[in-house]
């Protein structure tokens, strides 16, 4: 089983930016893909981006333009740069591996 844990949230002004970081235990290179969704309270969990092993990312609408996933292989990390944010960005935000592992969830909260 894969272990992942993310880090990188917190309390930040709308408009404001935060990074967060997913610390995978294994390899990362031959994961497809890797993801970040986010559960808002009251809300199912939903996808906010995924990066596959082919180079292919995709994000929701909602954070088009705003939100960047990145893999950095030989450091087994996924990233998720989050700017411009919006009150509807708060969130646990939560890092996937192949379809199958989950890590513990960060909270991020924005501020209006």
């Known amino acids: 089983q894969v272990q992942l844990v993310e880090s990188g949230g917190g309390l930040v002004q709308a408009g404001g930016s935060l990074r967060l970081s997913c610390a995978v235990s294994r390899s990362i290179s031959s994961i497809n893909p890797m993801a970040w969704y986010r559960q808002a309270p009251g809300k199912q969990r939903e996808l906010v981006a995924y990066s596959t092993t082919g180079g292919s990312i995709n994000y929701a609408d909602s954070v088009k333009g705003r939100f960047t996933i990145s893999r950095d292989n030989a450091k087994n990390t996924v990233y998720l740069q989050m700017n411009s944010l919006k009150s509807e960005d708060t969130a646990v935000y939560y890092c996937?591996?192949?379809?199958?592992?989950w890590g513990q969830g960060t909270q991020v909260t924005v501020s209006s």
């Open positions: 996937n591996a192949g379809l199958k592992d």
